[in-house]
């Protein structure tokens, strides 16, 4: 039985600070992959005018994923999912012989309150939430942190994450990598257009 780490996202693009707390996360919860989801649209983001098709998504997660324990794909789009809720009961069904704990940075945590079935998301896979400068503030005052805070385990137990009973959260703080992707796209908005390719903007997958 293998032990998994899940963190979703848009990934666009993918960068180093995805890769950083990937393997902060492995150390610290004793894990034997981490899965990047590369998400084919994010209900909160529909209609990003910034989004970069998920084939290109998907290639810059790959590649920044290289030479790691860490698997970047689509599954979301295989299974036919949209929302975190579904897809998390989708893996469980597909992988019963894997252990999976939903991994989330704590900007997600802020907004964690407006996901689609968020209290059953707990209650489906332990969760653990990666320190991000500037968000871990709003994150422990959030709407969900009302309800989560007391299904929070010690951070020194998180390597026993497969025994606990649900719901359960842990908080993992560690230094922070400062790349984002939102200066990424400001310094390079075509960063997903081949070399050479006209600059105007392209229109979003969805």
């Given at each position: 039985?293998?032990?998994?780490?899940?963190?979703?996202?848009?990934?666009?693009?993918?960068?180093?600070?995805?890769?950083?707390?990937?393997?902060?996360?492995?150390?610290?919860l004793g894990l034997d992959e981490v899965w990047w989801l590369v998400s084919p649209g994010?209900?909160?983001?529909?209609?990003?005018?910034?989004?970069?098709?998920?084939?290109?998504?998907?290639?810059s997660a790959r590649a920044m994923a290289r030479r790691a324990p860490i698997r970047a794909?689509?599954?979301?789009?295989?299974?036919?999912?949209?929302?975190?809720?579904?897809?998390?009961?989708?893996?469980?069904?597909?992988?019963?012989?894997?252990?999976?704990?939903?991994?989330?940075?704590?900007?997600?945590?802020?907004?964690?309150?407006?996901?689609?079935?968020?209290?059953?998301?707990?209650?489906?896979?332990?969760?653990?939430?990666?320190?991000?400068?500037?968000?871990?503030?709003?994150?422990?005052?959030?709407?969900?942190?009302?309800?989560?805070?007391?299904?929070?385990?010690?951070?020194?137990?998180?390597?026993?994450?497969?025994?606990?009973?649900?719901?359960?959260?842990?908080?993992?703080?560690?230094?922070?990598?400062?790349?984002?992707?939102?200066?990424?796209?400001?310094?390079?908005?075509?960063?997903?257009?081949?070399?050479?390719?006209?600059?105007?903007?392209?229109?979003?997958?969805?």
């Open positions: 039985m293998k032990r998994i780490g899940i963190l979703g996202g848009s990934f666009n693009p993918a960068h180093r600070g995805h890769r950083h707390i990937s393997l902060e996360a492995m150390r610290a994010n209900p909160l983001k529909d209609g990003a005018s910034d989004m970069a098709p998920l084939d290109r998504r998907l290639a794909s689509a599954l979301e789009t295989r299974l036919g999912t949209r929302y975190t809720l579904d897809t998390v009961r989708a893996i469980r069904k597909l992988y019963p012989r894997h252990s999976f704990i939903w991994l989330m940075g704590a900007d997600n945590l802020a907004q964690f309150h407006r996901w689609r079935g968020w209290r059953r998301i707990a209650q489906e896979v332990p969760i653990a939430v990666l320190t991000r400068p500037g968000y871990d503030d709003d994150a422990r005052a959030s709407a969900a942190m009302s309800w989560l805070r007391r299904f929070v385990r010690p951070a020194g137990q998180g390597r026993n994450w497969t025994k606990w009973r649900l719901p359960a959260l842990v908080l993992l703080r560690f230094r922070p990598d400062p790349t984002s992707a939102t200066r990424i796209r400001a310094v390079n908005p075509g960063w997903h257009r081949p070399p050479g390719s006209p600059t105007r903007p392209s229109v979003p997958s969805r």
